[in-house]
């Protein structure tokens, strides 16, 4: 059977004295190097183009309305049943083609992007928007048609690049 080789008490000093010396080297060099952390919420990094933030149902900007068509599949994709859709009425009582009412239930949702990867129409994207704690439940209750929201920057200019080609927008 194997047995460690006993060291003595001279060589656990020197060894304790070695690792000591390695820790403090080590800390020495990062002393030099630049930064890799920032002073969040003072200062803030550019997030990139995919980050997960909340679910928003952006205005198209040449339409004027959403894209979305009320086809259901994000509600049916929707592992935790975090979306409802109530379709839109014409005036002879029958559904259309338009959600009157998008429900998105932040408090369920766990940001898993399988609703904006099923929407044949580009109706939906992940924002930027994170800092979403709340003491008020019922603030995670969300009306994504009544928003109207209004996506800016480059997120803005990479969502409308998926539906008008790359050369369309700035
Ligand atoms: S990101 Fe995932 S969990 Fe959240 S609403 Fe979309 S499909 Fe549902
Ligand atoms: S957001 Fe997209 S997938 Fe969901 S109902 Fe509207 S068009 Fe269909």
Not at 11 to 22: M, N, P, T
Not at 46 to 68: A, H, N, Q, W, Y
Not at 129 to 155: C, F, P, Q, Y
Request: glycine share 8%; net charge positive; charged share 25%.
């Amino acid at each position: 059977m194997y047995a460690p080789a006993p060291h003595g008490p001279l060589r656990q000093v020197l060894s304790g004295i070695a690792s000591l010396g390695k820790g403090l080297w080590i800390t020495l060099a990062y002393m030099f190097r630049r930064p890799i952390t920032v002073q969040y919420p003072e200062q803030r990094v550019d997030l990139p183009l995919r980050f997960r933030g909340r679910l928003v149902m952006p205005i198209d900007p040449e339409k004027g309305t959403s894209r979305c068509t009320a086809c259901m599949r994000c509600v049916r994709v929707c592992p935790n049943h975090s979306i409802d859709i109530e379709k839109a009425i014409d005036p002879g009582g029958s559904p259309i083609s338009r959600p009157a009412k998008y429900r998105y239930n932040l408090g369920t949702c766990m940001f898993c992007n399988l609703c904006v990867e099923v929407c044949p129409f580009f109706a939906l994207v992940m924002s930027d928007e994170h800092e979403l704690a709340t003491t008020d439940r019922s603030g995670l209750a969300l009306d994504l048609v009544a928003e109207k929201h209004h996506l800016i920057g480059k997120k803005a200019s990479w969502w409308q690049r998926k539906f008008r080609g790359p050369d369309s927008v700035e």
